[in-house]
């Protein structure tokens, strides 16, 4: 079964630089969460999406952005990134529409480094 | 918003003993409580969930108990094996605002 596929899962960037990772999620499916986790830390929420338009948003800074396409993917970009920014960021999608509405499918992770 | 506390933050046991991760969550509007496993460097897989409809739930080897008048519930796992060591996440969700509050984990680590 198609699964959530993000993309890059490893990049590497320097401080101050800019970076945007991808997120598919699974056919179907119409809301997409962004998490980031970083070493030894649990998933903190950044931001969803839902039918393209933002439905949450928690703790992303100023610097970050996030969108959802028509092809529902969605793109997470960073700019003026520092050290701290290095993490795992994982892509999670949902339908909503369904019996299990509640349950997350979670991608692989992208592991941003910043140098 | 919600708030999740997960105890212990390492736990190691005997293998075939048993291990027990306890949460507690401050909504008591949050109906919704995914039990994750996560190894490191991994995705965080779903191996149990539970709603609030219902105290107890279990899959072979592993039950989760939520108790709702407290707000806590507890991830069991039975007969434990070495491929049970990881890092264990609690968390939880309202029906409506999918978004999951994870707890700060629990490292088990099984003794062979």
């Known amino acids: 079964a198609a699964g959530v596929i993000q993309s890059p899962r490893h990049l590497i960037k320097e401080k101050r630089e800019t970076a945007t990772l991808k997120c598919y999620p699974i056919p179907r499916h119409d809301t997409v969460y962004w998490y980031q986790q970083g070493p030894g830390q649990d998933p903190q929420f950044l931001i969803s999406?839902?039918?393209?338009?933002?439905?949450d948003k928690g703790s992303i800074p100023d610097r970050f952005s996030a969108q959802q396409f028509s092809d529902y993917h969605s793109e997470l970009n960073m700019s003026s990134l520092e050290l701290g920014d290095s993490a795992l960021y994982f892509c999670a999608s949902s339908l909503l529409e369904s019996e299990r509405s509640w349950e997350l499918f979670f991608g692989e992770g992208s592991r941003l480094t910043v140098l | 918003g919600e708030n999740v506390e997960q105890h212990p933050s390492t736990l190691s046991v005997q293998e075939g003993d048993s291990a027990v991760i306890k949460c507690t969550y401050s909504d008591s509007a949050s109906n919704y409580f995914p039990w994750y496993k996560q190894e490191l460097g991994k995705r965080p897989q779903l191996i149990i969930d539970i709603r609030s409809n219902v105290g107890e739930k279990k899959d072979q080897r592993i039950a989760v108990t939520l108790n709702k008048t407290a707000k806590h519930f507890s991830l069991h796992i039975t007969e434990t094996q070495p491929e049970d060591s990881a890092v264990y996440f609690c968390?939880?969700?309202?029906?409506?605002?999918?978004?999951?509050?994870f707890g700060t984990g629990t490292r088990l680590t099984i003794i062979p």
């Open positions: 968390a939880a969700s309202i029906t409506g605002n999918e978004k999951l509050t």
């Open positions: 999406f839902y039918e393209k338009m933002q439905s």
